[in-house]
């Protein structure tokens, strides 16, 4: 019999699952499926579940929000067979999942998990012993998403807490930085930047570019230099609220990998959740990595 390994978050996004969960469960045991439910403890339980069980499934699949898919998959590339994964978005933010287009519907989610097909998606590597689905991010407007406590985030949403962030642009804080990847180098004082590989970032539409792949082993980079000016804060801000010009302080290129050398050390967000503290950061993309399960497209 084939086997299933789901791990799910019982808080994510207003513990929704509580009422789908027997939908979810008979929708994996018709699809003929053997099952082991791991119900998540603690930050770090899914990925300790996934790392542990996740080799003897045919199929791990995960709900919660991007911090529980983060887990699910940083425990998955501990293992040498990495089996498909299926996702069930339950967060509040769920950048990614609409990137994949998987359903915020739970139950057509599930479906997709069992029924779909699996569909390759890059994986970032950092500093070689973490990882990211979507995204990696230090500065600004980045310590809001990982220091708003989950019950904060579920009432606020992701936009809301976004735009907390925004509040404490006046103490905005400036990095020495030097960054390098194979295009290039950038020298000089930076307030943000994030490294991705997803179509969308917490309902910013400046950010990222309309023609981007998750399996073209690149990601999107967006650094933004420390403005000199209140005008020029505006221009950044419009930029990425409003997707006007960009300007000369924003800097938007693809890269494989990147190296980032600061004069301090740097808090860093993976996925929404604190990723350490660091002053030198080296980032891979994977390529095509991790195989996510998603609904067939309907042909035209
Ligand atoms: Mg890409």
Excluded at 282 to 297: Q, W
């Amino acid at each position: 019999m084939k086997k299933i390994l789901f791990i799910f978050n019982p808080r994510s996004g207003k513990a929704q699952i509580r009422n789908k969960l027997m939908d979810i469960l008979d929708i994996f045991t018709k699809a003929g499926y053997e099952l082991t439910v791991h119900v998540t403890q603690r930050c770090g339980d899914a990925m300790e579940a996934a790392a542990a069980y996740g080799g003897n499934a045919d199929l791990v699949v995960c709900s919660g929000g991007d911090g529980t898919l983060n887990e699910t998959i940083s425990g998955l590339m501990k293992l040498d067979q990495i089996p498909d994964l299926g996702y069930i978005p339950a967060g509040s933010t769920n950048d990614f999942a609409s990137s994949l287009k998987i359903s915020k519907n739970m139950k057509r989610a599930a479906e997709a998990a069992v029924f779909g097909e699996p569909f390759p998606i890059d994986i970032g590597c950092f500093c070689g012993d973490r990882h990211f689905v979507y995204i990696a991010a230090f500065g600004a407007f980045t310590e809001v998403s990982y220091l708003t406590p989950q019950d904060k985030k579920n009432v606020l949403g992701h936009q809301a807490y976004m735009l907390e962030g925004m509040k404490s642009l006046a103490s905005i804080k400036s990095y020495g930085m030097r960054i390098e990847c194979g295009e290039m180098t950038l020298e000089g004082e930076f307030i943000f930047g994030m490294i991705t590989n997803t179509m969308s970032v917490g309902g910013f539409k400046g950010l990222v570019a309309q023609n981007v792949a998750l399996d073209d082993g690149e990601f999107e980079v967006l650094l933004i230099r420390t403005p000199k000016t209140p005008l020029d804060l505006t221009n950044i801000i419009n930029y990425m609220f409003l997707k006007e010009e960009p300007n000369e302080y924003v800097h938007k290129f693809r890269t494989r990998s990147l190296k980032i050398l600061s004069e301090e050390p740097i808090d860093w967000v993976l996925d929404g959740e604190f990723g350490g503290t660091r002053r030198e950061v080296d980032i891979n993309n994977l390529k095509k990595r991790i195989r996510i399960m998603r609904k067939v497209p309907k042909k035209q």
